[in-house]
């Protein structure tokens, strides 16, 4: 893969948003540079912090067997209940747009 | 050597394998909804793996240590914890719109597979968990396409090899051999018609003795072990093919198209591409008209996935001491299992055969620790045991026979207490079908050895009785001796008690003896 274009320039916003399925007009391209500009700039303070020799973050709850979840079934959701929100429905399922790729 | 084989041999088959395999646990990664294929659809869903905001995903415990497990029985090095990333992208069977899987400390990294067939070593690039999308069903000719979400969420471990294979053969051993580990170590039912083991492979050739390696093709939907070795014996021709012709193949990512269902090469550029005849010409020649890959992206329309740590889930700590743990407690592996089979007496064919099916191996141990010798509880296990087990339909796991009257049965042969034929015969299946040891089942139909000197004075009998059968036998026709038994089992007819045709034929074979030398005098 090539180098990740800059989200800072309007040709890295177009990315993003295709990747994020968002569609955005040429001139809000250079306004959303700016500001995610100002937002990642922001938050790269934090790349300015000397990290050496701390070691990786491990949760403390990582340690105890409480993150893991026993292997027990629970309830699912009546379909109905399942399919409540979609948009459509098909045959006992969510319907969508058809897809032929992959 | 043929045309075919003579361009094929200027070239080297280089593949690598993808194995996704369903974890069997009884619910999914994230949540507790049920694993179960063919459940009506959407039934097996709940906010979790749906995708609805605000909730949060729980490991399952099962799930991470079946996939440990794996990475410890491969060797792999495992780091001290291990992290979950998400891979974004948008697709109507991902209702998350992310799917949780690993990207930065994968489980385990490294290891190695040893072949069962042809005992050369594989070597392993990773082993990681993820989970599975749901299913997409589109009718011919719709506008939609329907969307089952039971399956998102279920836990898959993706095993992927480094490019260590040099034909589709080799690459078949690879399936069997992991199919075999996979089973032996009770974490994936290995189902393929079920979708439990999915397969992708990349593919590529180069000249042989160039040591860099030409552009891979990754081959998808390869659902069935003949696919996988289509697939790749269809790629192994067309880069060939493309490279004979002067040109290039690309990196790519291709579909194994079982039917033909789209045009040869649709979508794919003059520069990338041969006449149908040329790629044919190296295929082999019972291939027919149909079977190929077909083109699905190039490297330069490649997904960029924007991977990042998942939030939402802490990372697992695998210690040094849990991995010895798991590495003590993991069951013997089929390769060990096989030397150690042969070992004992058991021929080769039968250790392997046992082997691949593990309840049928535990059951033959546990006939081997009433103490009957390796060889004949093999042979019992497969023939007795096998076919009350195929005639049922049934796994060596649910088998209705307890080990115990296997032990008795040979203890019965042994120790002559009816004719072998016939507790074959008659006293085992009485034995399966009504759940009673041979000896009750012996004892039960007042079944009882004849006295040998019985047997004999009635094969005397016959043997007086039927002149013309002992000329024939004299004069070497073999059919005649079977006459002469059918005469002695005739003459026990009414009786309970059957003789054994052995102790027949032995008393038959001292009268031919007797009656030889009578007339060489």
Not at chain 2, 194 to 206: D, K, M, P, Q, Y
Not at chain 2, 439 to 453: E, H, M
């Amino acid at each position: 893969m090539s180098a990740p274009l800059d989200p800072r320039t309007p040709e890295g916003v177009a990315h993003i948003a295709r990747l994020s399925r968002l569609a955005l007009a040429p001139e809000e391209l250079s306004a959303m540079a700016a500001h995610l500009g100002k937002i990642l700039d922001a938050v790269s303070v934090l790349e300015r912090l000397d990290t050496q020799g701390v070691p990786a973050g491990l949760h403390d709850e990582a340690l105890s067997e409480d993150a893991l979840r026993a292997d027990a079934v629970a309830p699912s959701l009546p379909v109905d209940e399942a399919l409540r929100n979609a948009p459509a429905r098909g045959v006992g399922g969510f319907e969508v747009p058809a897809v032929l790729a992959e | 050597m043929s045309a075919r084989d003579e361009v094929l041999g200027r070239y080297e088959l280089v593949v690598g394998v993808e194995v996704h395999a369903q974890l069997n646990t009884a619910t999914k990664l994230f949540c507790g909804c049920r694993l179960e294929f063919a459940a009506p659809p959407n039934s097996r869903t709940c906010p979790v793996c749906l995708g609805h905001p605000g909730v949060l995903p729980a490991l399952n415990r099962a799930a991470f240590e079946k996939a440990l497990r794996l990475a410890v029985a491969f060797g792999c090095r495992l780091e001290p914890a291990t992290e979950l990333d998400r891979k974004n992208y948008y697709y109507p069977d991902l209702p998350k719109n992310y799917q949780i899987s690993q990207m930065y400390h994968n489980l385990g990294e490294g290891g190695e597979l040893v072949l069962l067939r042809s005992g050369r070593t594989v070597r392993m690039h990773n082993v990681h968990l993820e989970e599975d999308a749901g299913k997409l069903s589109h009718a011919e000719g719709g506008r939609a396409s329907t969307v089952d979400l039971n399956r998102a969420g279920t836990p898959l471990a993706e095993i992927v090899t480094m490019p260590d294979f040099r034909s589709v053969d080799e690459v078949d051993d690879y399936m069997d051999t992991l199919t075999e580990l996979l089973r032996t170590l009770d974490v994936c039912r290995c189902q393929m018609q079920e979708g439990n083991l999915r397969f992708e492979a990349s593919v590529s050739v180069r000249p042989r003795g160039q040591e860099a390696l030409g552009a891979r093709t990754e081959i998808k939907n390869l659902n069935s072990y003949s696919a996988v070795r289509k697939g790749i014996t269809y790629e192994h021709a067309r880069q060939v093919a493309l490279l004979e012709a002067g040109k290039t193949p690309r990196q790519e990512t291709r579909l194994w198209d079982d039917e033909g269902a789209t045009d040869y090469e649709q979508g794919v550029p003059e520069a990338l591409r041969v006449p149908r005849r040329d790629v044919w010409a190296l295929l082999p020649p019972d291939w027919g008209d149909t079977g190929w890959t077909r083109f699905m992206r190039s490297k330069e329309q490649a997904h960029d996935y924007r991977y990042f740590p998942e939030p939402d889930l802490p990372a697992f700590e695998v210690s040094p001491a849990r991995v010895d743990e798991i590495r003590r407690a993991l069951p013997e592996l089929p390769g060990p299992r096989r030397l150690r089979y042969a070992g004992l007496g058991v021929p080769q064919k039968t250790a392997e055969d046992l082997t691949r099916d593990v309840p049928l191996a535990t059951y033959f141990e546990r006939v081997m620790a009433l103490g009957v010798p390796a060889p004949d509880a093999a042979n019992y296990v497969m023939n007795q045991v096998g076919a009350a087990l195929n005639a049922r339909g049934l796994s060596a796991a649910d088998c209705p026979v307890p080990a115990e009257h296997v032990a008795d049965l040979h203890a019965m042969i042994v120790g002559k207490a009816l004719p072998k034929d016939q507790l074959l015969k008659e006293v085992w299946p009485k034995t399966v079908e009504e759940g009673l040891a041979p000896s009750a089942v012996a004892a039960k139909y007042g079944l009882q050895a004849l006295d040998d000197a019985l047997v004999v004075a009635a094969t005397d009998e016959a043997w007086a009785a039927n002149p013309k059968s002992v000329e024939d036998l004299l004069a070497g026709k073999d059919k005649a001796k079977r006459a002469l038994v059918g005469a002695v089992m005739r003459a026990f007819k009414a009786s309970k008690a059957k003789p054994d045709p052995a102790a027949i034929n032995a008393r038959l074979d001292a009268l031919l003896a007797d009656e030889r030398r009578r007339r060489l005098l």
